[in-house]
Structure formats: C-alpha cells, structure tokens
C-alpha cells in the first residue's frame, strides 16, 4: 500500500540552523514526490517536487529510491520558514495526493 | 494570481443534516478534489473529478458523500445525513491537467457536526 512517513511531528532549530524534515514513502513504482508547505492561517501550498529538481526559499530535497526517502534540507533556517510541512506522494498526473501527518517546523532567533 | 476558493469557511450542522461545501476551482483547470483533514490527523484524500465524472475515490468517500459541478464554475461536495467523525476540516483542490502534477488548494471549509 502506498504510504508516506514524517516521523517528527515537530522539530525546533534556531535561526541559522541547518534544517532536514525527514520524509520517507512507500511505493511500488516510481512516485512522484512533493513537498507542501503550510504557513499559519494560509492555504497548503506547493514547495517543491522532485522532478522540477530545483530549490525554492532555500529549500531542496534529493530523492533516494534506495532508502525510498525524500528529505527536505535547507542550510541555514530562517524565522520565516516556521510552518507545517507536509510531505506527499502522487502516482501520477490527476490522481490523488497520499500525504504523510506532516512536520511542524518552528525557528526562533 | 487566481486562487481556489471555498465556503464557507466554518460550518456547524447538527447530526443528521445535510450539508453542502462549496468550491470555485482555477478557471482552466480540470482536475478537481476534495481532501479532509480530521484535526491531528493527516490529509486525506475523498475524491477526485474529471470530465464530469467521479475519477478516483477512497474508501472514506461512501455513499452519504456525493460530488457534482453544476456549471461552469463551481465544485461541491454533499454530504447526505453527518456523523459527528464528518468533523474535520475539508480541502478543495484542482488541478490544470496536462502532466504538471500541481495541485492549487483552497483555504478550507471547517466542519463541525453536533
């Protein structure tokens, strides 16, 4: 069955602090993989996906098919990026986003 | 930029009621979903919606639900008779087709069942 794994439900850094959200999937085939993000009071929004392979804010994430991971890395956090960071599967275009519980990300200075 | 957009933004029904949540999706796009999110818990999918049909469906999407998109414009999804486990919040989702993969999601509907 198709299922995706944040372990942490909250992670704290300090400003500056390298930051990785862990996210790991569980697929027959080749998924797509996408990070959503939700700032306090907004609608979930796309971040990224591993196909663009770009980053976004600072952000990146490398898909691992090995350890069937997805995990989102930024350098240095900043106070900005405290939201909840939903990590995501899809099978393929139109069809529906198996999600993971999501990861609360706080950066206080 | 054009967004997705819901109502209401909270509705409270008493058990047993029907209710209907509301969703304008992105004009040109053409893929349509519903999400629920049980507070604590994680998104789930209900339904998605393509050439005016029922694409894909979860367990979750039984018969008390039904989705239609009576014009051009907006996306609902009806709930014949809520339970009090209806209460959760409910994302409305679309999507322009085409292989982007990108869904645009709306603010929500928050739904409490008495």
């Known amino acids: 069955a198709q299922r995706v794994t944040q372990p942490e439900k909250l992670l704290s850094v300090f400003k500056g602090a390298p930051v990785e959200l862990k996210c790991n999937y569980s697929?027959?085939?080749?998924?797509?993989l996408f990070w959503y993000v939700q700032y306090s009071r907004q609608r979930l929004q796309l971040l990224l996906r591993h196909i663009s392979r770009e980053s976004i804010k600072g952000f990146t994430a490398d898909l691992n098919k090995g350890e069937t991971s997805f995990h989102l890395k930024k350098p240095f956090a900043q106070e900005e990026d405290s939201a909840m960071y939903y990590c995501?599967?899809?099978?393929?275009?139109?069809?529906?986003?198996?999600f993971g519980k999501g990861t609360t990300l706080s950066v206080s200075s | 930029e054009p967004e997705v957009t819901q109502t209401p933004s909270h509705q409270v029904t008493q058990m047993g009621q029907e209710v209907i949540l509301r969703c304008v999706p992105i004009s040109n796009h053409l893929y349509f979903y519903w999400y629920r999110q049980i507070l604590g818990q994680k998104v789930e999918f209900l339904v998605s919606?393509?050439?005016?049909?029922?694409?894909?469906k979860s367990e979750i999407f039984d018969d008390q639900f039904s989705v239609e998109r009576p014009d051009g414009s907006n996306f609902t999804l009806k709930i014949r008779s809520t339970k009090l486990e209806d209460s959760a919040m409910y994302f409305c989702?679309?999507?322009?087709?085409?292989?982007?993969?990108?869904?645009?999601f709306g603010p929500g509907t928050r739904l409490t069942v008495t």
């Open positions: 697929y027959s085939g080749s998924p797509e």
């Open positions: 919606f393509y050439n005016n049909e029922i694409s894909e």
């Open positions: 995501a599967l899809a099978d393929q275009a139109g069809t529906a986003l198996i």
């Open positions: 989702a679309s999507e322009t087709g085409g292989g982007t993969y990108e869904q645009y």
